[in-house]
T-cell receptor, first 111, second 117 residues
Framework: ELKVEQNPLFLSMQEGKNYTIYCNYSTTSDRLYWYRQDPGKSLESLFVLLSNGAVKQEGRLMASLDTKARLSTLHITAAVHDLSATYFC???????????FGTGTRLQVFP | GAVVSQHPSRVICKSGTSVKIECRSLDFQATTMFWYRQFPKKSLMLMATSNEGSKATYEQGVEKDKFLINHASLTLSTLTVTSAHPEDSSFYICSTGTYRDFGYEQYFGPGTRLTVT
């Protein structure tokens, strides 16, 4: 059974600071996604990571993937209030099109 | 990108009644759609895979008689919550997808918030 865990579950950080969210998964997968969810809204796709060592960046967010360690990170640089949201990683169940979601990290950025 | 719509966006129903949620793929034909539920401040849990023209495939622990899925056309899947109870109150999200060069990518609907009183 594929399990996907994130930590921390909740992150309160000051504007301008850096932090990293971790996503660990338990079995082999060939794709990992990061999504953002605002309160009461659906999911916004941020990144898809396809291979070991993949790194993608968009604005203040950078995601990476280590398939050997079964670990992905989402790094936040110089956080701003607009980044406040819940972030989910999701892993594709091998040989299927199903997504298994992580536990989510609720990020709150304060002045 | 693909656009997926859901209707209604919010619904309140009384305990014991049934409620239907529609999921439409607006940009392309979807032979497969997925249904998720999300409890407050929790993650998304895959409920079932909806297959056009055939029976849905339910995840372990999801009651197929309670959550009826119909995928009668390539653009519409419906989820009916039968004999709803307060514990069915949740945020229901559907998705569809398409194959890109790296594999299958899902696009998510805006969600339907169900409150059962």
């Amino acid at each position: 059974e594929l399990k996907v865990e994130q930590n921390p579950l909740f992150l309160s950080m000051q504007e301008g600071k850096n932090y990293t969210i971790y996503c660990n998964y338990s079995t082999t997968s060939d794709r990992l996604y990061w999504y953002r969810q605002d309160p009461g809204k659906s999911l916004e796709s941020l990144f898809v990571l396809l291979s070991n060592g993949a790194v993608k960046q968009e604005g203040r967010l950078m995601a990476s993937l280590d398939t050997k360690a079964r670990l992905s990170t989402l790094h936040i640089t110089a956080a701003v209030h607009d980044l406040s949201a819940t972030y989910f990683c999701a892993v594709v169940l091998y040989n299927t099109d199903k997504l298994i979601f992580g536990t989510g990290t609720r990020l709150q950025v304060f002045p | 990108g693909a656009v997926v719509s859901q209707h209604p966006s919010r619904v309140i129903c009384k305990s014991g009644t049934s409620v239907k949620i529609e999921c439409r793929s607006l940009d392309f034909q979807a032979t497969t759609m997925f249904w998720y539920r999300q409890f407050p401040k929790k993650s998304l849990m895959l409920m079932a895979t909806s297959n056009e023209g055939s029976k849905a495939t339910y995840e372990q622990g999801v009651e197929k008689d309670k959550f009826l899925i119909n995928h009668a056309s390539l653009t519409l899947s419906t989820l009916t919550v039968t004999s709803a109870h307060p514990e069915d109150s949740s945020f229901y999200i559907c998705s569809t997808g398409t194959y890109r060069d790296f594999g299958y990518e899902q696009y998510f609907g805006p969600g339907t918030r169900l409150t059962v009183t």
